[in-house]
């Protein structure tokens, strides 16, 4: 039974991301039809829709009072993204070697980010307020001289979602839009529709799962859920490193954990504030990002290069991570 729960999740997950890639195409159309901040309001979208099933999850979790599952989807999604993600793309693409000096200065602001939230909760609870700042370091973030990223990752995605075209293994050439005002509202309704009860149905699955095996919520959140929701910081940068942009796979990935840590668990405790309910599991966690993350940035600090060596010492981590976490609970 928990085996047949477990592919409930990952299915459900699957359509979560499918339908937050439909949404924010459709705002994407609207906000070109609108002529207003058109780069920016589109390139914003786009460059943060890979963290999109992150942040419907965290907004639903919270209205259904249970913003744990929140911190351990995020926390483990960052965890995941710079071993799980980073190791894998690595893998399939026989290393990757980078020479971009802004680079450095993003694994800096992703460290902090990261361990920002880690520093808020050792009181045992993330508040509103906390929550704010979060917010309000994410919009400095996205108002930063890294505006540039979010134009670069934009353009990349903007032909079609880039789940879709991992699934299906091809690339369709830049179409002009073919907008129908009718049309698509129908869409972007439809989609957000069929999101927010996928999220629902993921958030209520998991509290069942987590119920039926006994172990806490934080946990599914941790592992579970977040090995679904980097599915499409995963594709992204499987389909990066493939047109030989390692800028944008390093890029993606730093910005993740940016607005994983600071958008989605800022406004998840501003809904509801966040209780830390598994302090043992969380120590554990935090502790294992900040030991995985100091991993990752000595492997690229000189060279600036991810070799497959390198890759299977990340997901050595991973798996020693998931391994310790499931033994201490």
Same mark, same amino acid.
């Given at each position: 039974m928990? @085996?047949?729960? @477990?592919? @409930? +999740?990952f299915a459900l997950i699957f359509l979560l991301i499918k339908s937050a890639d439909l949404v924010v195409d459709s705002l994407r159309k609207f906000a070109v039809m609108s002529h207003a901040k058109v780069v920016v309001v589109s390139s914003i979208l786009l460059a943060m829709a890979t963290s999109f099933p992150e942040l419907v999850i965290g907004v639903t979790s919270a209205l259904d009072k249970s913003p744990d599952l929140t911190l351990g989807n995020v926390l483990g999604a960052n965890i995941a993204n710079i071993s799980l993600v980073a190791g894998v793309a690595a893998l399939i693409a026989g290393g990757v070697i980078i020479h971009n000096e802004f680079i450095k200065r993003e694994i800096a602001i992703a460290a902090v980010a990261g361990v920002i939230p880690i520093v808020l909760a050792i009181d045992g609870r993330i508040s509103r307020a906390e929550g704010i700042l979060l917010l309000l370091f994410y919009v400095a973030y996205s108002a930063s001289f890294f505006k540039d990223r979010f134009l670069k990752i934009a353009n990349f995605n903007r032909a079609e979602g880039y789940f879709h075209r991992f699934i299906r293994q091809f690339e369709h050439p830049k179409v002009e839009l073919d907008f129908h005002v009718g049309k698509e509202l129908v869409?972007? &309704?439809?989609? /957000?529709? /069929?999101?927010? +009860?996928?999220?629902?149905f993921v958030v209520r699955i998991a509290i069942n799962l987590a119920t039926m095996a006994g172990i806490p919520i934080f946990i599914i959140g941790l592992v579970l859920i977040s090995m679904g929701t980097t599915l499409p910081e995963l594709a992204f940068s499987i389909r990066s490193l493939k047109n030989h942009e390692p800028t944008m796979f390093f890029g993606n990935i730093l910005g993740s954990i940016i607005c994983n840590s600071t958008l989605i668990l800022g406004l998840t405790s501003v809904i509801d504030p966040i209780d830390v309910i598994s302090p043992l599991e969380s120590t554990v966690a935090a502790i294992s990002f900040v030991i995985? &993350?100091?991993? &990752? #940035? +000595? /492997?690229?600090?000189?060279?600036?290069?991810?070799?497959? #060596?390198?890759?299977?010492?990340l997901l050595s981590l991973y798996s020693v991570f998931v391994v310790v976490e499931f033994l201490i609970k």
């Open positions: 928990i @085996i047949f729960y @477990i592919l @409930i +999740l869409k972007l &309704f439809s989609s /957000l529709g /069929l999101l927010i +009860l996928t999220a629902n995985i &993350f100091v991993v &990752f #940035w +000595l /492997l690229i600090k000189n060279k600036m290069h991810i070799s497959r #060596w390198h890759a299977g010492i």
